[in-house]
């Protein structure tokens, strides 16, 4: 099921980051006293009582002429656009402002929820104050406070109020359910009606020509797949077309609702910054990940240039040494028959499970060949080690001290059943526990 999506917007120096850290519970946008400081849209997830959402933090929304502000007013309109609700975020102790009348227009517009927030309300004595906002026309306004945590709850108790009530499609167990991200314009489409063999998503060069997340199923000798093709942009104009970040949003319900995804990049233009993060939020759910190079038809090659591409690819993404990698044309249907056997080994991978006897066996030999570290004198000690689930397959070792479990030894662990076991294209997560 989709996450629901919050976006919290108001002008600059209302304290929407700080409340935003507050709901995610990390310090993930920067925090400063300066109006216009968060210049880009954050995504991150939030979880309140038996809800879980995205939520975005925008830049702020400002009718002044600094040069960066039409910018800040323009990614907070993209928020709007693909939020199902809003968090309207006030100044308190500045009370109602004509840039906050100006921000209101904005939120009439978009037809979407909107719950007020007047933050910055520290203490009881400045409650009273609150009453001048409900002339923006939100209905009631809810006081909180940033820096001290307060009246949260209630705040995020109304938001849960107007989160939509989906009704997801089921698919069989046995239906892998895969999904392409990347940047706008990496042939997303153009793959997903190669491997159809049909026209049916439309295609064109303009970033942003898909509109809606389309479901496709597929059948190859006998076996069943659902494509998930990740929307793109729902306006044209040159906002939509040039604001590359634009296809993380997108590319988060996508890989929800996966088993495999494929990050696509495109081979002309090379690896860019925004291809490792959004490749970074399919690792980080712990789906398996398939690094597509797609347009490889348009380059120049020789006998060395796969190879210096893929070193490439590693080079920039680490965190996904276990991806495979697929270089094909879309356009051309060049190699795209190699890309489903590759999504077939990745998915078994993700659901596979190994006999808790044969893995031990494995992680004692591992300790045989590289002795466990000491720490203040003290020896990590490895009791036993059991898998505890699969889609990503996730296993727990029992010792003495989990402390003592470091990062370094914890990757040799996962090397070394990496070795042992077919775990290809799939990310692995290890938890020490102390042994009762």
Known sequence: MPKPVVAIVGRPNVGKSTIFNRIVGERISIVEDVPG????????????LAHEFNIIDTGGIDIGDEPFLEQIRQQAEIAIDEANVIIFMTNG??????ADEEVAKILYKSKKPVVLAVNKVDNPEMRDQIYD??????????????SHGLGLGDLLDEVAKHFPQYEEKEYDEDVIKFSLIGRPNVGKSSLVNALLGEERVIVSDIEGTTRDAIDSMLTIEGREYVIIDTAGMRKKGKVYETTEKYS????????ERSDVVL??????????????????????????????????????KDEKTMKEFEESIRAH???????PIVFLSAKTKKRVHTLIPVIDRVSEAHALRVQTNVLNEVIMDAVAMNP???????????????????KPPTFVVFVNDPELLHFSYERFLENRIRDAFNFEGTPIKIFGRQRK
Do not use: C, M
């Open 37 to 48: 400081v968060t210049r880009d849209r954050i995504y991150s997830s939030g979880e309140w």
């Open 93 to 98: 102790r500045e009370g109602v402002t004509s």
């Open 133 to 146: 906002f409900y002339a923006l026309g939100f209905g009631e306004p809810f006081p909180i406070s940033g």
């Open 248 to 255: 993380v949003l997108r590319a988060l319900r996508a890989i």
């Open 263 to 300: 990050v696509l990049i495109n081979a002309e233009e090379g690896i860019r910054e925004q291809d490792k993060k959004i490749a970074g939020y399919a690792h980080e759910a712990g789906r398996g990940v398939i690094i597509v190079v797609n347009k490889w038809d348009v380059i120049e």
């Open 317 to 323: 993404f680490q965190f996904l040494d276990y991806a």
């Open 372 to 390: 466990t570290p000491t720490h203040n004198g003290q020896r990590l000690k490895i009791y036993y080690t059991t898998q505890v689930a699969v």
